[in-house]
């Protein structure tokens, strides 16, 4: 089994900046790819950033330019930088893993449990 453990999250006004984290623990052979996600109250869960093993990142447009992922493979562990914080980032956001536990097997897909952000003044 493999946990992924968010944290980071917190109150900040509108223009402030978080750094979220994303730990993960248990039988680990490879992350091929980390992202993460959010999901607003009423709305859809969407992709917020991703990035692979080869340190490639991607965004959604809503993000870029403000927010940087970023990961530690020695640590497995991925941040999320979140820079000039609007009200409409206020959601509850998640990690996403892409895992290998062992070289033949095949990739499974882990969740974190969430991690609030409310940007408001």
């Known amino acids: 089994q493999v946990q992924l453990v968010e944290s980071g999250g917190g109150l900040v006004q509108p223009g402030g900046s978080l750094r979220l984290s994303c730990a993960a623990s248990?039988?680990?052979?490879?992350?091929?790819?980390m992202g993460w996600y959010r999901q607003a109250p009423g709305k859809q869960r969407e992709l917020v950033a991703a990035?692979?093993?080869?340190?490639?990142?991607n965004y959604s447009d809503s993000v870029k330019g403000r927010f940087t992922i970023s990961r530690d493979n020695a640590k497995n562990t991925a941040y999320l930088q979140m820079n000039s914080l609007k009200p409409e980032d206020t959601a509850t956001y998640y990690c996403?893993?892409?895992?290998?536990?062992?070289?033949?097997?095949?990739?499974?897909?882990?969740w974190g449990q969430g991690t609030q952000v409310t940007v408001s003044s």
């Open positions: 990035i692979t093993s080869g340190d490639n990142a």
């Open positions: 248990g039988s680990i052979f490879r992350i091929n790819a």
């Open positions: 996403n893993a892409q895992v290998k536990w062992t070289l033949m097997s095949p990739v499974m897909s882990y």
